[in-house]
């Protein structure tokens, strides 16, 4: 990224500053996605961007375009972890001086909530299509968030929900389930499936009947539950579920689950 080379030669660095990137160009990052024309950063230390301080990078279209640092970017706007820093991931360009990482993708996503217009849900679509962050990760962290942001919460919270059934529903795409609709459980019944997600309050299930949401509340021996578990859910006298381990597990499937869980190591 030459624009590193640029700021590090602008700014005539003599000690260690880290620039933490956020936003369209962290995504891109990732996944190869989308190109942005900012950069959305924070600094380690003070620095002033100086106005100039810009590349050109080619697009699809074959016109160039301007790839710059946003000097109006605030994190403090976004929904963001008290961990977000330590948990952001190296990325290997060797410039004196000046290190880069990027968010981790689970922040990464967990910062596009607060706005969470249709670039931001594009973005957290892709992150999850990739395998590289899902819904209950999404969930966990954007709950653990939640009071540092500034704003609304009730708004917020909304948003969350949405981005998490976003997440949920890449999730179910790629297990083949194209139908969206997820359906409660019911007394008297008995489901067997993939556990797909464990989410703060209910249990996504994929049976062959179709998707299945488990209260969690409502479950007996919870213990159990872990995504990637082919696990049998009986009601059999009301609305408390029996949960039990299926011994004829799926493994592909379990496999297929575990994926969503491998982070990328961009150093590496």
């Known amino acids: 990224m030459s624009i590193c080379w640029q700021a590090a030669f602008s700014l005539a660095m003599t000690a260690p500053v880290t620039a933490y990137v956020a936003g369209g160009v962290a995504v891109h990052l990732y996944t190869a996605y989308r190109v942005s024309s900012d950069i959305d950063a924070e600094f380690s230390h003070r620095v002033l961007i100086p106005d100039d301080l810009y590349i050109e990078v080619p697009t699809a279209r074959g016109v160039p375009q301007l790839l710059h640092f946003d000097q109006n970017y605030n994190s403090t706007f976004a929904l963001m972890h008290d961990d977000y820093r330590e948990a952001s991931i190296p990325v290997p360009f060797d410039v004196p001086h000046f290190k880069v990482r990027a968010l981790a993708p689970v922040d990464l996503a967990v910062s596009k909530i607060s ?21 209950a990760a999404i969930e966990a962290r954007a709950m653990e968030s939640i009071p540092n942001f500034v704003g609304r919460r009730e708004w917020l919270e909304l948003n969350i929900r949405d981005a998490v059934r976003l997440a949920l529903n890449v999730e179910l795409r790629q297990l083949g389930y194209t139908n969206e609709t997820i359906s409660p459980s019911e007394p008297g019944k ?18 062959p009947q179709g998707v299945v949401a488990h209260s969690r509340q409502s479950l007996v021996d919870s213990d159990l539950l872990a995504a990637g578990r082919h696990l049998e859910i009986a009601y059999p006298h009301g609305h408390a579920g029996l949960v039990q381990v299926v011994e004829a597990q799926r493994e592909a499937g379990r496999e297929d689950l575990q994926r969503h869980r491998q982070g990328p190591e961009l150093d590496k």
């Open 190 to 207: 008995t489901y067997q499936g993939l556990v797909v997600a464990v989410l703060r309050d209910q249990v996504i299930q994929a049976t």
């Open 115 to 135: 706005r969470f217009v249709e670039r931001d849900q594009a973005d957290i679509q892709m992150l999850v299509e990739h395998r590289l962050t899902n819904a």
